[in-house]
Structure formats: C-alpha cells, structure tokens
C-alpha cells in the first residue's frame, strides 16, 4: 500500500480519532494545571499555618520572656528581703549578746559584793 492510499483509507478514522485524541491531550495538561493550582494552593495553605505557628511561637516567647522579668524582679526582692532579715536578726543577736554580757557583769558584779562580806551564796528556794 502507497502512501497516498494509506492517507486515505485512514482518513476518516484520522477525523474520527482526532477529536478524542484532542480531547485527551487537553485533559492531560488541564489535569497538570489543576495539579499544579492545588500544589501552588497546598503551599499557600502551608505557609500561612506556619506562619500562624511562627506567630503563636512569638507570642509565647514574648510571653515567658515577660514572666521571666517578673521572676527575676521578685527573685532579686527576695534576696533583699532576705539579706535584711539576716542582717536585722544579726543586730538582734548581737544586742542580745551584748545583754547577756551585761547581765552576766552585773551577776559577777553582786556575787563578788556578796562574797566580800562573808554572805555565802544562798541556793535559790
């Protein structure tokens, strides 16, 4: 079979197979449009929940970055409190001391007068 007759003999079949194959072709690349829009749209999608996760993350930093001032200020005023109550029970301590000193003199003090006289020391009744 020649060329020529073969053109024409599938000629017919060629017009008949031309729209389907047309058809199929436009499928094909409306299917990677479509493919290539719901990848573009899955991306978009992923973006804006990571930058809603970035967001959130900001804030939460930003959050406990605050608190942590706050622990570090109310530490710090803890620490003072807590040198000035050791440094106020230190003056009592010594006052107390220094009390104890005196008393014990004044105690030394009388005995040695009773003493001196003759009074013996009495046991206390």
Excluded at 12 to 28: H, N
Excluded at 70 to 85: F, I, K, N, Y
Excluded at 96 to 114: F, P, T
């Amino acid at each position: 079979m020649d060329i020529p007759t073969a053109i024409a003999k599938s000629w017919p079949y060629v017009m008949v197979a031309a729209p389907g194959i047309y058809a199929v072709v436009k499928d094909l690349l409306g299917r990677r449009a479509i493919a290539r829009k719901a990848e573009a749209d899955l991306m978009q999608m992923a973006q804006d929940a990571a930058s809603g996760v970035i967001h959130t993350l900001r804030e939460e930093a930003d959050r406990l970055a605050h608190r942590l001032e706050q622990v570090e200020a109310e530490l710090g005023d803890l620490r003072r409190e807590h040198s000035r109550m050791i440094l106020d029970k230190d003056a009592r301590i010594a006052l107390l001391e220094g009390e104890k000193r005196q008393l014990e003199a004044r105690v030394a003090a009388y005995r040695r007068i009773l003493a001196a006289h003759g009074l013996a020391e009495e046991s206390a009744a």
